[in-house]
């Protein structure tokens, strides 16, 4: 047998049998959620290797004792500020005993004197506490911001000679708004929605590659989708939730600022052909974790993992949803293809031209894998759509009708491809079959009601077909799904309010952003005019016509008028009013000539 020296670390339940006869299954969930959540990160942050668990036990060994210490205060804190909102008879409160001496090794398993020790200083620690030995405490003298409390030599079962224990206390510092001990008492600084609302964090990409993160995200993001085709629950969008990435994070802090009432979270980590996935759910208002699991699956099982991980957060959340909900909207694809859209989607949200031609080599590599794949082609007819959109100010000449055959192709692929569906109905749009454009543009709300893109896409198109009014509260409600929302949400929901005639207010949100169009100068141009303030619809005619030279491609001593009149004729108006009006303020703004 090998011989080391290393420090014991034991740790139990005070009054677990008890619990166990009260409420054997609520109990047993707990202890599990516990392991997962907080003891086992936690072994992992302070390099302690879990040697085994028993019952409501562990047994942990570190190469350090300082480690063991660190660990111990930590999870006693953690432990406690759980506990604060659990009735007393529910808490599960730890003991924890750590000795410092020379075990046997044998495989896995440790034996010897300073187990022994570990395990007797557990049983006479105070509960909430940690009893440390003699031999532990000269190794942390000074390391830690604690005052050992001296109990003297003591005598312990089964061990010859007495041993000198020291307590430490382990009280969690004072409650702050942000730690879940007071999470029960606090609303979210948003209103909680009518619906069971949720948002989904980022799962931690456990890997040790950071060119992973990729991967992690998507599934993440795939989470969210599958969560966003129940009507029954409010989930906060991916750019809001993924505001969290990284460090600690304060559950209930992200409870109040998206104004949710649950939060999804967890790890996943991908090692060749294998993956493993740790998720949990939590009750913000409460602080309560109502549901964890570990997935350990091969790699081309991941959408099992996805299936197992919604199907779980869906029936806590609701109870009400259906298993066939699940199951029929779930798109499966070989794990390459997928591979492939996720990387492709990665450079397409970069948003800039390198950006976008990387992505569409992964999305053409990944119908290639796969030409049953739905995703890619919808991706694919975004970025075609972009180019059609304004030709003469983009440097690649779009093929007629390729965004409208790529959002087909994906539709034909997938009915339940939302994304799909919204991007034909603007390619119906730029066509000006406006009929098709608006059943495309329900169906995707209709697929997908949570989804903030979708819903934003869907209020530019409502007011581009003469709903102005209905456009606005959508685009408010898209913004609401998505409190961390990108810039261009700003601009279009500036675009519906001057279709509605709201000029005052379009102009108050598109001075408060960046114009990150450059035809936004030419909205911002026509509604000052039509609002009346001709100095600043000249000096926003001025910085369209700036914007535009030097990308366009025809003459280049083209007069400003010509940049106008091409922003007009791209605008795909249904009702004659909208343009007439549109017009109008472009006119006394010097980009259209006088009649």
């Known amino acids: 047998m090998e011989r080391q020296l290393v420090a014991v670390l034991a740790a139990d339940v005070v009054g677990y049998s008890r619990m166990m006869h009260d409420d054997e299954v609520g109990t047993f969930e707990e202890l599990k959620v516990r392991r997962l959540t907080l003891f086992e990160p936690n072994l992992r942050s302070y ?19 300082l480690d063991a210490v660190n660990c111990a205060i930590a999870l006693q804190e953690a432990n406690q500020v759980l506990d604060a909102s659990r009735p007393a008879e529910r808490r599960l409160v730890l003991r924890i005993g750590i000795s410092l001496s020379d075990v046997m090794r044998d495989r896995d398993d440790i034996y010897g004197t300073g187990v ?78 009518d619906r069971p609302s949720i948002a989904v964090l980022p799962l931690d990409n456990l890997s040790g590659d950071p060119s992973q993160q990729y ?23 991916r750019n809001s939730s993924f505001r969290y990435r990284g460090g600690d994070v304060e559950i ?70 259906e298993q066939a909900h699940i199951e029929a909207a779930k798109r499966r694809a070989p794990l390459r293809a997928y591979d492939l859209w996720l990387r492709g989607v990665e450079c397409h949200e970069r948003g800039t031209e390198e950006g976008h031609a990387e992505a569409r080599q992964f999305y053409e590599a990944a119908i290639k894998a796969d030409p049953a794949f739905a995703r890619p082609y919808s991706g694919l007819a975004e970025l075609a759509f972009l180019e059609l959109l304004f030709p003469d100010w983009s440097s690649k000449t779009p ?32 066509s000006r079959k406006f009929g098709r454009a608006r059943r495309h543009l329900e169906r995707a709300a209709a697929l997908n009601p949570n989804d903030a893109d979708t819903a934003m896409s869907r209020a530019i198109g409502l007011a581009f077909l003469g709903d102005a009014r209905a456009s606005v509260e959508v685009a408010r409600q898209a913004i609401r799904l998505n409190p961390f929302h990108p810039d261009w949400y700003q601009s279009d929901l500036a675009v519906t309010l001057c279709l509605d005639r709201q000029y005052d207010e379009m102009q108050a949100i598109f001075d408060a952003i960046p114009e990150i169009y450059p035809h936004t100068p030419a909205w911002r141009a026509a509604a000052y005019a039509l609002a009346g303030d001709l100095p600043a619809a000249r000096a926003a005619a001025e910085r369209f016509e700036h914007n535009i030279r030097p990308i366009w491609r025809g003459r280049s001593d083209a007069p400003a008028a010509a940049f106008g009149q091409s922003f007009l004729d791209h605008l795909p108006l249904a009702r004659a009013e909208d343009a007439a009006e549109i017009a109008k303020g472009l006119r006394a703004a010097g980009l259209l000539p006088q009649p």
């Not at 290797?49 to 570190?62: A, I, S």
């Not at 557990?122 to 509960?127: G, L």
């Not at 879940?180 to 606090?186: D, F, I, N, Q, S």
């Not at 992690?216 to 989470?223: K, L, R």
Request: charged share 25%; proline share 5%; aromatic share 6%.
């Open 252 to 321: 209930a802090r992200v409870g109040r600022e998206l104004g949710v009432q649950y939060v999804v979270e967890g790890s996943i980590q991908r090692s060749g052909d294998r993956l493993r996935a740790t998720v949990q759910l939590i009750d913000v208002l409460n602080g309560f974790h109502m549901w964890a699991d570990r997935y350990d699956y091969r790699v081309d099982d991941l959408f099992s993992v996805q299936d197992d991980i919604t199907r779980n957060i869906a029936s806590r959340v609701t109870n009400r949803l």
């Open 47 to 65: 390099r302690g290797r879990l040697v085994k668990t028993m019952g409501d036990g562990l047994l942990v060994e570190f190469g350090s004792a």
């Open 215 to 237: 991967f992690s995200d998507g599934v993440s993001e795939d989470i969210i989708t599958e969560l966003s085709r129940f009507r029954s629950l409010f989930v906060i969008a």
């Open 116 to 193: 022994n020790i570990a395990a007797r200083l557990q049983s006479i620690a105070e509960p909430n506490g940690v009893a440390i030995s003699g031999a532990v405490l000269e190794q942390v003298r000074g390391k830690i911001a604690r005052d050992a409390k001296a109990r003297g030599p003591q005598h312990l079962k089964n061990i010859a000679d007495p041993i000198d224990v020291f307590d430490l206390p382990t009280a969690p510092g004072p409650a702050t708004d942000a730690s879940p001990a007071v999470a029960g008492r606090l609303r979210p600084a948003l209103p909680l929605p």
């Open 399 to 430: 093929r007629e009708g390729e965004a409208m055959e790529l959002a087909q192709k994906a539709v034909a692929l997938d009915e339940q491809e939302a994304h799909g569906h919204a991007i034909l109905a603007w390619a119906y749009l730029e």
